[in-house]
């Protein structure tokens, strides 16, 4: 049998372990299993990892950065941002990558246009730092917006996010937990009057599908993608990585 999980804590309603046991009954495959292990303290990971039929597990919150002291080797992403979603098993040898920052991009080029070249990422989070390498990568520039502006560096407030702000950034890009189940009338604080058919607003939350940030925006008029195709795309990133 060849293992596979998602570490966590705590892991109420874990998409992955639903989405890979479909997946195995639907493509036939009987010699895997997706569990998941929920763990108060990282420390607890010696105890997965003892198992030798683990060949790859998914990483979650709140242990995206802490499980990179347990890595033998990281990829260049995960070495460069420090998060770490997706480990390979290989003779005892863990390798991490982030499947995040694939699962993203191939999600949000999708509707991207070329006036798309300037964004707003709200929250500077784990995910933020995954959204934030893909837009380097495509030469889109970037502000972060956050509740406590790092001295020294280029992050606005929410109060300075202002229409004129949103007349140049046609890009808006939701990293915070904000709108999430169930917590549905929460929202970024921003102009949303600003909003215009010309601007595209992608929110990393799937559950809802369309947050009170994406209905605000998609009520005027503006592109919107939520988390759920990224959710896939990782997901399927990972089996790619485990099975190369
Ligand atoms: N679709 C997918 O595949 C996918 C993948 C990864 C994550 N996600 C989703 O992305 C979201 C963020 O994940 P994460 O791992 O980055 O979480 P995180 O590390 O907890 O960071 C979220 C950031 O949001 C901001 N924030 C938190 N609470 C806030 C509040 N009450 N008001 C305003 N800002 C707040 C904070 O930034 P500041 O302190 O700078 O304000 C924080 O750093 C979650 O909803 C998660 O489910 C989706």
Not at 204 to 230: D, S
């Amino acid at each position: 049998m060849r293992r596979y999980g998602l570490i966590g804590y705590p892991l109420t309603h874990s998409f992955s372990q639903k989405y890979f046991t479909e997946k195995f009954e639907r493509e036939g495959i009987t010699d895997c299993t997706y569990s998941n292990f929920s763990l108060p303290q990282i420390g607890e990971l010696t105890g997965v990892l003892a198992d030798p039929e683990l060949r790859g597990f998914n990483v979650t919150i709140p242990y995206k950065r802490a499980v990179l002291d347990y890595l033998h080797h990281k990829n260049e992403v995960v070495a460069a941002i420090g998060a770490c979603n997706c480990i390979r098993i290989e003779e005892g040898r863990l390798t991490g990558y982030n499947t995040d920052v694939v699962g993203f991009e191939r999600s949000l080029v999708r509707h991207l246009a070329p006036h798309h070249s300037r964004a707003l990422v709200l929250g500077t989070g784990g995910a933020a730092k995954a959204v934030e390498w893909v837009l380097q990568r495509l030469g889109i520039v970037y502000v972060s917006v956050t509740r406590r502006p790092r001295p020294g560096s280029a992050d606005m407030s929410y109060e300075q996010v202002t229409a004129e702000v949103l007349a140049e950034a046609t890009l808006i890009i939701n990293t915070t937990p904000l709108g999430m189940h169930p917590h549905t009338e929460e929202c970024p604080p921003l102009p949303y009057e600003a909003l215009t058919p010309r601007h595209y607003l992608f929110d990393l939350i799937y559950n809802p599908a369309r947050t009170l940030f994406l209905r605000k925006g998609e009520a005027l008029g503006a592109v919107v993608e939520n988390g759920h195709e990224m959710l896939i795309l990782q997901a399927e990133e990972s089996w790619k990585i485990w099975n190369s």
